[in-house]
C-alpha cells in the first residue's frame, strides 16, 4: 500500500517538507516497500490519511535511500514513525524510555487516528511532548541496547 502514500527519497526531500508543512502534523513512515511490518503500517497510513487531510500530512521514507535521518533518529528496527509539527520535532510518551519514535505497526486503524489527534492537539497548546492515547499492551515492546564506544 505504500504505493498511495508521497514517497521522499532524499535528505532535501525530507528536509523541505520538514520546514515547509506548517499548521500539520508532519508523519514520516521510516522502512522498506517489501517489508512485510511496513505494508500492514502503510495500509492503515493510507486508509487514514484521507481522515486526517486537515490534521496530518503522511510521507513513507525508505530507510536506505535517507541515511542521515536514519542514523539522527538512530532508526535500527523499521517500521519507524516520527512526527513533526511546524518544523519541530514532536515526542510522545508511549510508556518505553524512547519517546522520539514508534516503532512497529499500529494494531488498527483508530490508534493512528488518536495518537494523530492527540499530537494535534498537544502542539496547537505549544506542547512538544505528550502522552500516548494508546493502552500500554498495544505499544510494541523492545529492549534498548546502548553500545559503549
Not at 502542539?123 to 511532548?129: E, F, Q, R, V, W
Request: charged content about 30%; hydrophobic content about 40%; glycine content about 4%.
Amino acid at each position: 500500500m505504500s504505493f498511495l502514500l508521497p514517497k521522499l527519497s532524499s535528505k532535501m526531500e525530507v528536509d523541505t517538507v520538514i520546514k515547509s508543512t506548517e499548521d500539520l502534523v508532519l508523519v514520516l513512515r521510516f522502512g522498506r516497500d517489501n517489508d512485510s511490518a511496513c505494508l500492514q503500517l502503510d495500509d492503515i497510513l493510507s486508509k487514514t490519511s484521507a481522515e486526517l487531510a486537515k490534521m496530518a500530512a503522511i510521507y513513507c521514507v525508505d530507510v536506505d535511500s535517507v541515511r542521515e535521518y536514519t542514523e539522527y533518529f538512530d532508526i535500527t528496527l523499521i517500521p519507524a514513525t516520527i512526527f513533526f509539527f511546524n518544523g519541530q520535532h514532536m515526542k510522545v510518551d508511549w510508556g518505553r524510555p524512547d519517546h522520539t519514535k514508534f516503532i512497529g505497526s499500529f494494531k488498527r486503524k483508530q490508534d493512528f487516528i488518536d495518537v494523530v489527534e492527540v499530537i494535534y492537539r498537544g502542539a496547537m497548546k505549544g506542547k512538544l511532548m505528550v502522552t500516548s492515547p494508546l493502552d500500554p499492551r498495544d505499544v510494541p515492546k523492545y529492549d534498548l541496547i546502548y553500545k559503549d564506544i
